[in-house]
């Protein structure tokens, strides 16, 4: 059963520290897709990529947040220094863009806590 | 801008009775159309979407959502509801000014009175 995995599930770190979230989409598809989830923001898109080459990341802090795609395995997501402010639940996503629009699948999520 | 707008941000029905969300979108030309549902600590599961093919779309678990151009909508229904419906809701476009990029509503958290 293909699914999107996502490492770790929870991490609480303290301020000013680095945290890396990983994903591993599913094989084959071609687009990852960063959210980040909060009670008062609900889901925003951070970041996607089509080709492990990055599209959008307007909806990512520049200064502190990071994203890759070393390979079309894993995508990575960093933020340092964190704050508590980016404390949230991370998700990644994967689908295969076709015909102009993409089918997202999406991972558990990382809890994130930042004290 | 605001590109899909959820209307709703807490639904109530009562077990058995009809469920019904609504999603609007904004943008001249139709895009793609999706409901995605999220139990407590899980990701999102795709429910149904719409793709330019018919206008009644039929997903899981009983659901069902009808676009409507004239009304820029897509709203989700289900004829009955079930304990197991409730959960947090998500209206989602994709296909926007040509990206294909997936944004979300703010989610419409239904629960289900015995």
């Known amino acids: 059963d293909a699914r999107v995995t996502q490492t770790p599930r929870h991490k609480v770190t303290e301020m000013g520290q680095e945290v890396t979230m990983r994903c591993q989409p599913i094989?084959?598809?071609?687009?990852v897709f960063w959210y980040r989830q909060t009670m008062m923001q609900g889901l925003e898109l951070l970041a996607y990529?089509?080709?492990?080459?990055?599209?959008?990341d307007s909806g990512m802090p520049k200064d502190r947040f990071s994203a890759e795609m070393p390979d079309a395995t894993l995508a990575t997501l960093k933020i340092q220094p964190s704050e508590p402010r980016d404390s949230a639940v991370y998700f990644c996503?994967?689908?295969?863009?076709?015909?102009?629009?993409?089918?997202?699948?999406f991972g558990q999520g990382t809890r994130l806590t930042v004290v | 801008a605001q590109s899909v707008t959820q209307l709703g941000s807490h639904v109530s029905v009562s077990e058995g009775a009809l469920v019904l969300l609504r999603c609007n979108y904004s943008?001249?030309?139709?895009?793609?159309l999706f409901w995605y549902v999220q139990y407590p600590n899980q990701g999102l599961q795709l429910l149904l979407k719409?793709?330019?093919?018919?206008?009644l779309v039929k997903g899981i678990n009983g659901f069902e959502a009808e676009f409507k151009k004239s009304e820029t909508s897509f709203h989700l229904t289900k004829p009955s509801a079930h304990m197991s419906d409730a959960a947090e809701y998500f209206c989602?476009?994709?296909?926007?000014?040509?990206?294909?990029?997936?944004?979300f509503g703010q989610g419409t958290r239904l629960t289900i009175n015995p």
């Open positions: 996503a994967s689908g295969l863009g076709t015909g102009g629009h993409t089918e997202a699948f």
């Open positions: 094989l084959g598809h071609n687009t």
């Open positions: 990529f089509r080709n492990r080459a990055p599209l959008d």
């Open positions: 943008s001249s030309v139709p895009p793609y």
């Open positions: 719409y793709t330019s093919a018919a206008t």
């Open positions: 989602a476009v994709s296909g926007l000014q040509g990206a294909q990029k997936l944004v």
